[in-house]
């Protein structure tokens, strides 16, 4: 079948094993979500005039290498190196990877790009990024539909996908978390829990944990929500850097409402440097912040704000302005001295 539209001069010449069959229009929503030109997308590749009549078709015949280079400057997929016939999978990687740098909105962006290959379908590989899709939504301030993620849930177990059913599970814990159904959250997160330390993966089990603490803070149980965390410590020194990061904050979290500010510091800045290790900018700089208020409450008020200013300088590489200027704030309150009452507010 020739390409819809003419084939380009470099496509009639690659061998027929070699041709990879990609939707235009998918391509072109990736390249405008990147804010990329043709001229830019294109560069080394291809002529912008073939890219740009690639990218009005709904179907075209490419050479692999050439979807490839493209791919990779869109960011659809990490590196140069995919694999094509698992295309939904790959693309898959590539948006765990952003999720965990809390880049959601260019997740979600690259989600929808699983169908801008045309490969064998891959049911978990699907179901795997609809659960991570809903997840990103909540993070984008989008509201959260927990009936529809426990329906996602359910097809990942039919289709023997049982990591990403635990996913599933504790994207909807936190789904009615934020909507104030406690008791429905613990419930859900009790059973993730269970069913991550079967499955053996050391990472889902810390994020599962850590939510579940964060939970019991939110609940006025900080007591608890440690007691839930170090049941699994031993294991955080064989969890991805993610989990690391995300179970040493709760835990910090945890100890600061507990009243033990030495504890929380220490976890604190523990996650600091697994947050930074991702690189997750944004993780740091949260965490930064939650260190300076345990610094505050140990009375060392040159350490709060050191680790203000370090959040300020984790916000802007994350390319937040505004959380950066409000750490700067903060640390800048105790070097403003208070404003001395003139003589007439004094009355004299």
């Not at 073939?50 to 997929?77: C, F, Q």
């Not at 939510?211 to 007691?227: D, M, N, Q, T, V």
């Not at 994350?318 to 403003?336: E, F, K, N, P, T």
Request: hydrophobic residues 45%; neutral net charge; contains cysteine.
């Amino acid at each position: 079948r020739k390409n819809e539209g003419g084939p380009s001069d470099w496509a009639e010449h690659a061998p027929m094993d070699d041709l990879v069959w990609v939707k235009g229009l998918r391509l072109r929503a990736a390249r405008e979500a990147a804010g990329l030109r043709l001229v830019d997308a294109a560069k080394g590749i291809m002529s912008p005039a073939n890219l740009s009549r690639i990218e009005r078709h709904e179907r075209y015949k490419l050479p692999r290498s050439a979807v490839l280079g493209l791919a990779t400057r869109l960011g659809l997929v990490s590196t140069g190196s995919a694999d094509l016939q698992a295309w939904p999978r790959e693309v898959g990687h590539t948006a765990i990877d952003l999720l965990r740098r809390w880049r959601f909105s260019t997740a979600l962006l690259v989600l929808r790009s699983r169908d801008a290959v045309l490969a064998p379908v891959d049911h978990m590989a699907e179901v795997q990024a609809q659960i991570l899709g809903e997840w990103a939504q909540m993070q984008c301030h989008q509201p959260g539909r927990p009936d529809v993620v426990r329906d996602l849930g359910r097809r990942a177990r039919e289709c023997g996908a049982l990591r990403q059913s635990i996913w599933a599970a504790a994207v909807e814990a936190e789904m009615h978390g934020h909507a104030g159904d406690t008791p429905t959250a613990l419930t859900l997160l009790r059973r993730a829990s269970t069913e991550a330390r079967d499955v053996g993966e050391v990472a889902d089990v810390l994020n599962i944990r850590a939510a579940w603490g964060r939970l019991l803070l939110k609940g006025g149980e900080p007591r608890h929500g440690l007691e839930i965390l170090g049941e699994v410590k031993t294991l955080l020194d064989s969890g991805s850097d993610y989990s690391q990061a995300r179970f040493l904050h709760a835990q910090g979290m945890l100890w600061s409402a507990a009243g033990r500010p030495e504890e929380a510091v220490q976890a604190l800045r523990a996650a600091i440097q697994a947050a930074l290790r991702i690189p997750n900018h944004r993780m740091a700089g949260t965490v930064e912040c939650a260190l300076a208020d345990a610094y505050e409450a140990l009375g060392n008020t040159d350490q709060a704000d050191a680790a203000l200013v370090r959040a300020a300088s984790s916000f802007t590489q994350a390319g937040d302005s505004h959380d950066a200027a409000d750490a700067i704030s903060l640390a800048l309150r105790h070097h403003i001295a208070p404003g001395k009452p003139n003589a007439r507010d004094s009355g004299s």
